[in-house]
């Protein structure tokens, strides 16, 4: 059973175009993320949600806007997308207080 | 600002020895530390963690050792194996503030037979 999982594991677009990547847990968990791992190999957070409530927005631009549906669920739309939106961009899930994250495959998107 | 640094980028172990990642921070506020293990087209598995009122914690043939006066730690495998070849990633944060981790870089550990 997959604990956390996103869709699209790809996505190759154009600039200006708008794309989400979805996220689901089947953990249980009260609290997902959002990070993005960058051409350097910085993975930083960007949004924390716990019970579909944003708790963290790490100055990420606008462009981006998590929406929770509900807590198994943590959707990632982007507008208008650009070059250095190029990143791998994962979505994790926690539920005790000590950190330890439950991590998804990630999703590689790719801005041309 | 890099507040987490992990300075070797890659580290090449023979099997059965010991391996040693380090990693060093910045931030004093940092007080509980996590080792994440990461495989190709994974998401970072979770490993092992200290908080600051230890100085070492083990599990298995993973232990973390943690210098707050340096602000070094340190995670070492031993023996190693080969299924141990991954990316291996230090992250730091101040409890209470456990929803908020900053990765270091990673190292890729390669272990050969």
């Known amino acids: 059973d997959t604990a956390v999982s996103q869709t699209p594991k790809y996505l190759v677009t154009q600039m200006g175009n708008d794309k989400s990547i979805k996220c689901e847990q089947n953990?249980?968990?009260?609290?997902m993320y959002w990070y993005k791992q960058d051409s350097k190999k910085f993975l930083k957070i960007m949004f924390s949600?716990?019970?579909?409530?944003?708790?963290i927005n790490e100055t990420v631009p606008n462009r981006f806007s998590p929406k929770s549906p509900d807590k198994a669920h943590l959707n990632l739309h982007i507008n208008s997308l650009e070059l250095g939106d190029s990143a791998v961009y994962f979505c994790a899930s926690s539920q005790d207080l000590d950190g330890s994250k439950y991590f998804g495959p990630g999703t590689r998107l790719l801005v041309l | 600002d890099q507040q987490v640094k992990q300075n070797s980028p890659s580290l090449s172990v023979q099997e059965g020895r010991i391996s040693i990642l380090n990693c060093d921070y910045t931030?004093?506020?940092?007080?509980?530390f996590l080792w994440y293990k990461k495989y190709p087209a994974e998401g970072p598995t979770f490993l092992i963690s200290?908080?600051?009122?230890?100085d070492k914690n083990e599990d298995g043939r993973f232990t973390v050792f943690l210098n707050k006066s340096a602000k070094h730690l340190s995670l070492h495998i031993v023996p190693s194996q080969p299924g141990d070849s991954a990316v291996y990633f230090c992250?730091?944060?101040?409890?209470?503030?456990?929803?908020?981790?900053?990765f270091g870089t990673g190292t890729r550990l390669q272990v050969f037979p």
């Open positions: 953990l249980g968990h009260d609290t």
């Open positions: 200290i908080s600051s009122i230890k």
């Open positions: 931030n004093s506020m940092f007080d509980y």
């Open positions: 949600y716990n019970n579909k409530e944003l708790i």
């Open positions: 992250a730091a944060s101040a409890l209470g503030n456990t929803d908020k981790l900053i």
